[in-house]
Structure formats: C-alpha cells, structure tokens
C-alpha cells in the first residue's frame, strides 16, 4: 500500500529545525550549507559594498532620496541606509533573518521600480537580484547554521 506522503529530511537525532548545530548524530543537510552560504555572501556583499558604501557619504544619498521626491526623505533615506548595512550583516549572521529579509527585499524593490522606474532592465536587474535573495529567506529562514536556529535552540532548552 502507498501513501502520498512527502518524504522527511531525517538528520541524526532530530530535524535540521530542532537539532542544534554540532550535536551528536546530526548530519549536516546541503540545503542548510547552502543557506549558510548564500546568508554569508549575499549578507557580507550587500552591507560592505553597499551600506557602507552610502554611510561614509551619507549627506550625498539623503539629498538624492530628496531630489528624486521620497516623502521625509531623511527617514527614508536612513532606512535604506540601515537596511542595507544592518540587514545585510543580520543576514549574514542569521539574525532575526526573515525580518531582515522583509527589510532588505522592501529596499530594493523601491529601488528597482521607483529610483530606477525609467533606466532599462539591466539597470534595475541587480536590486530586483538582491530583492529576490531578501524575499527567500523571508520564506525559508536561516536555516540550521544561524544565531536564530541556535537562539531557537537555547529558549526551547530553557523552556
């Protein structure tokens, strides 16, 4: 008799969600590599080359945010700022993950569709690129090598 079942990802003694990083019987998923990967490449990229690239002059991007019409153009333009520094190092480290993707993925498609609304697509495909990177970890998380798996970890213990 068969059964439409999925099958289950199995890693030693517990799921990639509940085991925590290094215990005994776990094995390592390729799916979890892969997310730390992604989390550290993208998070790094995006906070070095491009938060920080907008926080040592940060006079010259708010006045841009004005000139180009964003309402409170100071908040908004701080926002971009952060979100790019912070939310790239958070995903970096796997903090607070889906959040930060929430705020990265926002970023860059205001990016994508308002600063560069008229420039052709190739001007816009890099910030639709790191949109789309912001939106799969709001919808698959850190994965199993993150602060926020071992957060998770440490408050069911305490639990």
């Known amino acids: 008799m068969t059964t439409n079942r999925a099958p289950r990802l199995v890693t030693g003694t517990g799921t990639a969600a509940t085991t925590p990083l290094g215990a005994a019987g776990a094995r390592v998923l390729p799916i979890d590599v892969a997310l730390l990967w992604l989390r550290v490449s993208f998070g790094l990229t995006l906070a070095l080359t491009h938060g920080l690239n907008k926080l040592q002059a940060p006079a010259r991007f708010l006045e841009n945010v004005a000139q180009r019409g964003f309402p409170a153009p100071s908040l908004l333009g701080w926002a971009a700022i952060l979100s790019e520094l912070v939310g790239g190092i958070a995903l970096a480290l796997g903090l607070f993950t ?62």
Do not use: N, Q
């Open 98 to 159: 889906r959040a930060a993707g929430v705020f990265v993925a926002s970023t860059l498609l205001i990016a994508a569709f308002k600063v560069h609304a008229a420039d052709p697509f190739a001007k816009k495909e890099l910030a639709l690129a790191y949109a789309a990177i912001g939106l799969a970890f709001v919808l698959a998380g850190a994965g199993r090598y993150s602060v926020d798996a071992w957060l998770a970890h440490k408050l069911r213990r305490s639990a």
